[in-house]
């Protein structure tokens, strides 16, 4: 069986544990992977990455990309699923550089990423199942676009009170500016 019928077979089943908080996007030239970093507060994605494998690096590039945007303070909790890549010691060992902890769900509960899973599944109805990519690089500006100009700035979330992420981050230092 092929992953992609295999995914289609488990989605079907409402297997949720195929699915990696990397998903991948079936592109003419082939599968592209995309890993991401969500941050819980906003529900801005605050760093992606995209390539052909779903190696170490490319996850390592999606949390520099999160860490150069958001400067974020030591302490910060980073959550991620089991996977190999987030278990590596090299993984691991950027976390800790970065004064991050790591916490990784219970083996077979998939529900303590759902956040990063709710993310996925959004993209995936509102661009990537309405489009075929001939291109990894058509599909890499596509989907970046959908993130940072679509996903970040303008799409409504409810938990954020029907605001954007910026939206809701700008309302929110205001208010502690007229405080």
């Known amino acids: 069986m092929s992953r992609e019928a295999h995914v289609r077979f488990c989605e079907g089943l409402g297997v949720k544990s195929p699915r990696p908080t990397h998903p991948y996007i079936q592109t003419d030239e082939g599968w592209l992977y995309l890993a991401g970093v969500k941050d819980l507060f906003n529900g801005e994605l605050v760093g992606h990455a995209m390539s052909e494998r779903m190696t170490l690096p490319l996850v390592m590039q999606a949390l520099f990309r999160a860490v150069s945007t958001k400067c974020p303070p030591p302490g ?104």
């Open 76 to 179: 910060l909790i980073l959550h991620s699923d089991r996977g190999s890549q987030y278990c590596a010691h090299d993984y691991q060992k950027l976390l800790r550089q970065f004064g991050m902890k790591a916490s990784m769900s219970r083996k077979g509960n998939c529900w303590d990423n759902a956040p990063m899973e709710s993310f996925w599944g959004t993209l995936k109805n509102e661009l990537v199942h309405h489009r075929k990519f001939e291109t990894r690089h058509q599909a890499k500006q596509e989907i970046s676009e959908y993130i940072e100009v679509f996903y970040n700035r303008q799409r409504k979330q409810k938990r954020l009170g029907y605001l954007s992420p910026a939206k809701f981050t700008q309302r929110y230092y205001a208010t502690l500016l007229a405080a």
